[in-house]
Structure formats: structure tokens, C-alpha cells
């Protein structure tokens, strides 16, 4: 059996950011709460719940290609598992079974909370693709329903794994409206490379409604609200000042705003456009600065 065309059929690379946002978050937890201490004996634990969340973020995508297969054929992407004929639609959607047990299981091994986490990701997915929902054909609710999963919710879930009592602390909640906003905006770069093909199969997606020119300044509200929303929360008093590291992310979302305006996205070998890709890195920092900002707080002060 041919490994490499299961691997496709995931699309490893978009699941590197929520493993990230469920390791690193609760790095964040525990350095918010003083407990670095217990990382290492639940580190297991840490593992297996940001595999978790991957797998069911594989299922997503799995579903989205069982869906998809004419319009990724008509996407020019005929080269996915399914759409080349690797892979059969049956196999795929016992493979998607398959994870979305595996993602359960550990979700409700973990504790409770988590597993419901785990739940609501996989019922995500399918509002998104199968019918009688089918979010992604659906203007702008496309895009917010993955700013739900990818942006919203994978804090909070983060905050569960091991200190679960603090999951309605307000920090990872206002924490990931600040990463969905900007999730809202840049989620869009997914589909610039698919407008002819969505268009010809009903599929009403920003990018095929206003257009990428348009659409464009829509990404640069959202990227400055998200901003503000962070400043403003810091301002408040909502989150500790340390979250003001977050800001270092403006500047690669500068820079994928000045390639959008000149249209400057070429196709990379990872599938869609470099945007997409900075997109994803992008995400994975969010998850990865916020943590940072508070483990290298101890080594700062050896310098005041």
C-alpha cells in the first residue's frame, strides 16, 4: 500500500497549526498559573490531546475532498487522492471514521471537556461540508464557521487538557475572538486559486462574491480589527500586557497584505498560493508567541 496518497489525503500541512495551538496553549496555561512544573508529567497527555485535534482537523479535510471530488477536479487539483482515483471515496470516508473515533476516544480519555472540544470540531466539519448544512457553499458563513474552529475554539480547548477547572477563565476565549477575526480575514486566501471552479458549482465563497480586488480591503479591515480587539483588551485590563507580544505578528500580516494588493501570490508546491501558506505559519504563531511571551518573562528580569 502506498503511503504518500493517505498522507495527501490529510494534507499534513494544515494540521501542524492545530496540533501547535493545543501544545503551546497549554504552555500558555500552565506559565499564566505558575504550574510549568507539571508539564513534563502530563506531557503525554499534551501529546495525544494536540494529535487529537490534527486528526480532527484530517477529518475535515478528508470530508472536503469526499464532497469536492468534480470541483477539485474542476479546480484544477485533480491530483488529490480522491479525484485521481488513488484513493476511493469509500475508502476515504472509512479512513475519516476511523480518526474521528481515535479523536473522540483520547478526546474523552483526556477528561470530559475536552471530548466535548473534540465533538464540536467534528461537528464542525460536517456542517461544513455535507448537506443538508453545507456551510461552505453559504456566503461568509463559510469563512466564519472556520473562524469558529481554527480561530475561536482552539484556546479553550487548550485550557482543558490539563488544568480543565479554568476553561471559562476569560483569557483563551478573548484570546481566540482576537485569532478568529484575523482567521475571518486570511481563511479567504484558501480559495483565491478556486473561483472558476466554485462559481461553476454554486459554491459562494467571498473570494467568488466580491472578487479578490474587493475582497482585499475586506482582509484589511478584519487584519487592523483584529489588532485593535488586542490592543483594546490590553487596555482594559482583559489581558495581561504580555500578550502585547502578539503585535510582532503585524508584521507578517503587513507583508501578506502588501503581496494581496499587488496580487502577488504565486502557487506553491504545498497546494494554493504563498499567501495560504503564511496564512497557516501566521496561525501557528499566534499560538507560539503568546506562549513564548510568558516562558522568557523569568529571563528578561535577570536583565532589570
Not at 493545543?22 to 505558575?34: P, R, T
Not at 483565491?192 to 474587493?214: C, L, R
Not at 494554493?272 to 496564512?279: D, I, K, M, Q, R
Amino acid at each position: 500500500m502506498k503511503i504518500k496518497p493517505w498522507l495527501m489525503l490529510m494534507r499534513p500541512f494544515t494540521l501542524i497549526a492545530p496540533f501547535i495551538s493545543i501544545f503551546f496553549g497549554v504552555l500558555l496555561q500552565l506559565s499564566i498559573y505558575k504550574s510549568l512544573d507539571i508539564f513534563w508529567q502530563n506531557f503525554d497527555k499534551i501529546f495525544f490531546a494536540s494529535l487529537s485535534l490534527s486528526f480532527a482537523q484530517a477529518v475535515g479535510q478528508i470530508m472536503n475532498q469526499v464532497e469536492d471530488v468534480e470541483i477539485d477536479r474542476a479546480n484544477k487539483k485533480g491530483y488529490r487522492p480522491i479525484a485521481s482515483g488513488e484513493i476511493s471515496i469509500e475508502k476515504a470516508q472509512l479512513m475519516a471514521l476511523i480518526l474521528s473515533i481515535f479523536t473522540v476516544i483520547i478526546g474523552f480519555i483526556i477528561n470530559t471537556y475536552y471530548g466535548i472540544f473534540m465533538l464540536a470540531f467534528l461537528f464542525s466539519g460536517i456542517l461544513y461540508n455535507l448537506e443538508p448544512f453545507r456551510l461552505k457553499k453559504r456566503l461568509w458563513l463559510n469563512t466564519a464557521s472556520l473562524a469558529i474552529s481554527r480561530g475561536l475554539l482552539p484556546v479553550p480547548a487548550a485550557w482543558c487538557v490539563v488544568l480543565p477547572e479554568h476553561v471559562f477563565d476569560k483569557i483563551p476565549w478573548l484570546l481566540g475572538s482576537v485569532i478568529a477575526i484575523w482567521v475571518l480575514a486570511w481563511q479567504n486566501t484558501k480559495d483565491f486559486d478556486d473561483i472558476e471552479g466554485d462559481k461553476k458549482h454554486g459554491i459562494i465563497t467571498p473570494a467568488v462574491y466580491h472578487g479578490i480586488k474587493n475582497l482585499s480591503f475586506i482582509i484589511l479591515i478584519l487584519s487592523i480589527f483584529a489588532f485593535i480587539l488586542l490592543g483594546l483588551y490590553i487596555k482594559l485590563g482583559l489581558f495581561p500586557i504580555e500578550m502585547s507580544a502578539l503585535f510582532i505578528l503585524f508584521i507578517p500580516t503587513a507583508k501578506m497584505l502588501h503581496k494581496l494588493f499587488k496580487s502577488d501570490f504565486s502557487p506553491v508546491s504545498l497546494e494554493n498560493n504563498e499567501l495560504w501558506v503564511s496564512f497557516y505559519l501566521t496561525l501557528a504563531g499566534f499560538y507560539i508567541i503568546s506562549a513564548a511571551a510568558y516562558l522568557i518573562k523569568p529571563y528578561l528580569s535577570l536583565f532589570t
